[in-house]
């Protein structure tokens, strides 16, 4: 038969065991949100690549970037290498281009790019599709759906 002793030591080991549990799951839900972050950012580098291209020179110097500097990118997409466009493409300019990462990232870009004054934003979802048929590279971020559900859901609702 159990003492009360004997009850109280074996809650407090299944205490600690589901503490250490809820720790294992934690990391792995920061590994996970690291690696949707690392994904959503190579996504949007991808698709700022494409998108320089097309950028009037004074947007392009709004974000402090020097439309010369681009010239490189832009000559490689022109002349179809694909792959040296992307490679040419650094995740800084890409960063300053776009926002991407978890639905709270997001939310942090928002907000600091707001704090400058900016009162309105263009949102484009990428399609993993299109992005695939641009570029024969496979992307592991939601469908079109998948990422205007996390906007709605999970962004929006900062700026209600």
Request: aromatic share 4%.
């Amino acid at each position: 038969q159990s003492s009360p002793l004997d009850c109280a030591l074996i809650l407090n080991q299944y205490t600690y065991l589901q503490q250490l549990q809820n720790r294992e799951e934690e990391q792995k839900d920061r590994v996970a949100d690291l690696t949707k972050t690392a994904e959503a950012k190579r996504t949007a580098r991808t698709m700022v690549a494409f998108y320089i291209s097309a950028m009037p020179h004074e947007q392009l110097e709004r974000h402090g970037i020097d439309p010369a500097d681009m010239a490189p990118i832009v000559e490689a997409l022109g002349g179809g290498e694909l792959d040296k466009a992307l490679e040419l493409t650094s995740p800084e300019v890409a960063e300053k281009l776009s926002i991407a990462g978890t639905p709270e990232e997001c939310v942090a870009q928002i907000q600091e790019i707001t704090s400058t004054g900016v009162n309105h934003m263009i949102l484009c979802i990428t399609d993993p599709a299109i992005v695939k048929a641009f570029t024969g590279r496979d992307v592991s971020v939601p469908d079109v759906k998948g990422q205007l559900r996390l906007i709605a859901e999970q962004v929006m609702p900062s700026f209600a």
